[in-house]
T-cell receptor, first 113, second 112 residues
Framework: GDSVTQMEGPVTLSEEAFLTINCTYTATGYPSLFWYVQYPGEGLQLLLKATKADDKGSNKGFEATYRKETTSFHLEKGSVQVSDSAVYFCALSDRNTGNQFYFGTGTSLTVIP | DTGVSQDPRHKITKRGQNVTFRCDPISEHNRLYWYRQTLGQGPEFLTYFQNEAQLEKSRLLSDRFSAERPKGSFSTLEIQRTEQGDSAMYLC??????????FGPGTRLTVL
């Protein structure tokens, strides 16, 4: 079945450091890939997405490229800010199997000044 | 557009009691999904509706769980004879067809 494996945390970085959170997936079809963010006390928010191989999703300085050959969708940001402190979830959905999401376990990021 | 809303936001109950949660999706969205998120884990799919039809249920959805969407608008999730292992955040999401899913703020259930 479909699944997502996500880099375990927690991750602690200094402000302006480079961020990478690894995500790999297993899917029987042709999924869309997503990164969601959950700030403390809040619900899930879509950060970025990519719907087909080689697509790059980007938002708020974050980027992730859909790599079919390595079944990966790693999240990157060149210079993190304190306000980026949150839990990040990688997820996939497949239109051919109901479009429900399969989430990774989440990676907690703390950015210190 | 007020987004997806869920009620209540928090529920504390004693083991063995029944609880019911409500989700109001974005008004024009025909698909509605329920997920469960336990501490330190990502959300796990429970079930989804297209209009009033419940099209898929995860094996996580035991016989004690039942979900309805009687008029294709709001949905309820009921848990009978709650157990401590049911303690989790219950998330609802909605979408227009196979489009982007929008998540509600969740209902946090604590079973004592």
């Amino acid at each position: 079945g479909d699944s997502v494996t996500q880099m375990e945390g927690p991750v602690t970085l200094s402000e302006e450091a480079f961020l990478t959170i690894n995500c790999t997936y297993t899917a029987t079809g042709y999924p869309s890939l997503f990164w969601y963010v959950q700030y403390p006390g809040e619900g899930l928010q879509l950060l970025l997405k990519a719907t087909k191989a080689d697509d790059k999703g980007s938002n708020k300085g974050f980027e992730a490229t859909y790599r079919k050959e390595t079944t990966s969708f790693h999240l990157e940001k060149g210079s993190v800010q304190v306000s980026d402190s949150a839990v990040y979830f990688c997820a996939l959905s497949d239109r051919n199997t109901g479009n429900q999401f399969y989430f990774g376990t989440g990676t907690s990021l703390t950015v210190i000044p | 557009d007020t987004g997806v809303s869920q009620d209540p936001r928090h529920k504390i109950t004693k083991r063995g009691q029944n609880v019911t949660f409500r989700c109001d999706p974005i008004s024009e969205h025909n698909r509605l999904y329920w997920y469960r998120q336990t501490l330190g884990q990502g959300p796990e799919f429970l079930t989804y509706f297209q209009n009033e039809a419940q099209l898929e249920k995860s094996r996580l959805l035991s016989d004690r769980f039942s979900a309805e969407r009687p008029k294709g608008s709001f949905s309820t999730l009921e848990i009978q004879r709650t157990e401590q292992g049911d303690s989790a955040m219950y998330l609802c999401a909605s979408s227009l067809g196979l489009g982007e899913q929008f998540f509600g703020p969740g209902t946090r259930l604590t079973v004592l």
